[in-house]
């Protein structure tokens, strides 16, 4: 079994020492999740990837499991 990540990721690199940039990349990130899902584009956003080195099996969510896994 090869781990990965499937992830939904928007994200703005800020000046942590500036509380107004961090506020306003805040605003900017709730703008731009609405409106990537109200047009239908939140699909561009999904990316798979492999996986974190500290990832293992029981990290998979308990949803993700078929029956024939089981």
Do not use: C
């Not at 509380?19 to 605003?27: C, F, G, Q």
């Not at 939140?42 to 969510?61: C, H, N, Q």
Request: charged share 35%.
């Amino acid at each position: 079994m090869r781990l990965g990540r499937v992830e939904f990721r928007v994200s703005y690199v800020v000046d942590l020492d500036n509380p107004e940039m961090v506020d306003h990349a805040s605003d900017a990130l709730f703008d731009d999740i609405w409106h990537i899902g109200k047009d239908g584009e939140i699909g561009r956003l999904i990316r798979v990837r492999e996986a974190d080195p500290s990832d293992t099996v029981d990290d998979i969510p308990e949803f993700l499991h078929t029956t024939e896994e089981e």
